[in-house]
Structures are given as C-alpha cells and as structure tokens.
C-alpha cells in the first residue's frame, strides 16, 4: 500500500470531520490501512492541550495560543504523523499547518513571515500530499453552528469569535489553495453530505491508487 498524508481544513461548521470518518471508512473497505487524527489532539499530550485551546471559559493570549499550536503539531508530527505514514499508512487529519496560517496568521493577524517559521519549525518540513479546504459561506456556518446550539452542541473558543474573524480565515484558506493548486484542492460543502462525499471520494482515489 502507498502511504499518504491527506488533511482536512475549514472553517466551523464545514463538515469537514463528517468527511474524515466517511473517507475513512470507505478506504478500509477497499483495503487500506488507514490512520485518523487530529488538531489539536493526536496524541495524549494533544489532547490535553486541546482542552485548554478550545475551552470557551479559558482565557488564551493569542501569543500562547499560537505557540500551543506549534507545540501540539510538533508533539503529533514526531509521534505519529511520521511513524504511521512510515509503516505504510495513509493518514487523515482533521486540520494541520494551514489553519494555523488561516486561524492564527489571518484570523489573529500574527504576521506570516512568523507563521510560516513556527510552521516550519513544527513540522519539520513535512506537507500534506493533499489538503482538502471545504469551503463554507460565514452565514451558513453560522446558521449551523445555531443548529447544533439548539441541539445541546457546545461550541468551542474559536467557534465563538465573530464573523469578521471567520471571513478572515475562510478568505485566507482560499488564497492557500490559489497559492498551492497542485496540493489544495477547494470542495464547495454547501451541498448534501453524499454529495460532498462524491468530490472527496474524485480528489482522494487518484492519489491512493
């Protein structure tokens, strides 16, 4: 089996986590060796950063927050993203070194010169083979997140800034994948969940096969 490293970015509400576990699945039914992650919280010292990253009551400095991403993304890189793609695994993750220049570059307005170091720095130079952006209106985020609210779903810090934030990182997600169109590829998530699936499902296969 051919390794590869596929991320999953976008802004709330977007789907993109739905498509992970449905990626997921249909690969392991074709024979793949699949694993799933995270970030923050691939690994066990994630998930406690995690906690503290995502808390609605936790009051972060946006200095603090992006040095906690870097560290979450150098723990995961080291003690699983490498190790798995390896050993021969393909790799799903829910966001990666692009939503730290999205969220904490565009949405904190952390210069990008600074971002991109600490990016580098984390990864250890390690990109996706292909980053999928689900691109999302900031109303129709919106409307969702008030439809998991009405649920009893509870949103978490990054969720709850305001929508001049979440245009900022959904217009810097999309110059991403203007500036690198050989390894960002845009899925328009307005649709139904099977349609969305289909264009992961286009983009994904010529890859792993």
Same mark, same amino acid.
């Given at each position: 089996?051919?390794?590869?490293?596929?991320?999953?970015?976008?802004?709330?509400?977007?789907?993109?986590?739905?498509?992970?576990?449905?990626?997921?699945?249909?690969?392991?039914?074709?024979?793949?060796?699949?694993?799933?992650?995270?970030?923050?919280?691939?690994?066990?010292?994630?998930?406690?950063?995690?906690?503290?990253?995502?808390?609605? *009551?936790?009051? #972060?400095?946006?200095?603090? *927050?992006?040095?906690?991403?870097?560290?979450?993304?150098?723990?995961? #890189?080291?003690?699983? +993203?490498?190790?798995?793609?390896?050993?021969?695994?393909? #790799?799903?993750?829910?966001?990666?070194?692009?939503?730290?220049?999205?969220?904490?570059?565009?949405?904190?307005?952390?210069?990008?010169?600074?971002?991109?170091?600490?990016?580098?720095?984390?990864?250890?130079?390690?990109?996706?083979?292909?980053?999928?952006?689900?691109?999302?209106? +900031?109303?129709?985020?919106?409307?969702?997140?008030?439809?998991?609210?009405?649920?009893?779903?509870?949103?978490?810090?990054?969720?709850?800034?305001?929508?001049?934030?979440?245009?900022? +990182?959904?217009?810097?997600?999309?110059?991403?994948?203007?500036?690198?169109?050989?390894? #960002?590829?845009?899925?328009?998530?307005?649709?139904?969940?099977?349609?969305?699936?289909?264009?992961?499902?286009?983009?994904?296969?010529?890859?792993?096969?």
């Amino acid at each position: 089996m051919t390794a590869a490293f596929i991320t999953f970015e976008g802004i709330d509400g977007c789907g993109k986590s739905t498509q992970l576990r449905m990626l997921a699945s249909e690969l392991r039914l074709r024979g793949h060796e699949v694993v799933t992650t995270r970030e923050p919280g691939g690994t066990p010292l994630g998930t406690r950063l995690r906690e503290v990253l995502l808390d609605a *009551e936790e009051q #972060v400095d946006p200095l603090a *927050e992006l040095l906690l991403y870097a560290a979450d993304r150098a723990q995961h #890189v080291r003690a699983l +993203v490498r190790p798995a793609l390896d050993s021969g695994h393909v #790799v799903l993750s829910d966001r990666y070194a692009d939503a730290t220049v999205a969220y904490q570059g565009a949405g904190r307005g952390f210069p990008g010169e600074l971002v991109s170091e600490l990016v580098a720095l984390a990864t250890g130079g390690l990109m996706p083979d292909l980053t999928l952006i689900f691109d999302l209106t +900031v109303d129709e985020s919106q409307r969702r997140a008030q439809h998991r609210a009405r649920k009893g779903d509870l949103q978490d810090r990054l969720d709850a800034e305001d929508a001049a934030f979440h245009a900022r +990182v959904r217009d810097a997600y999309l110059k991403i994948a203007a500036a690198e169109p050989e390894r #960002v590829r845009v899925i328009d998530a307005s649709g139904s969940v099977q349609e969305t699936h289909s264009q992961v499902m286009r983009l994904v296969m010529p890859l792993i096969k």
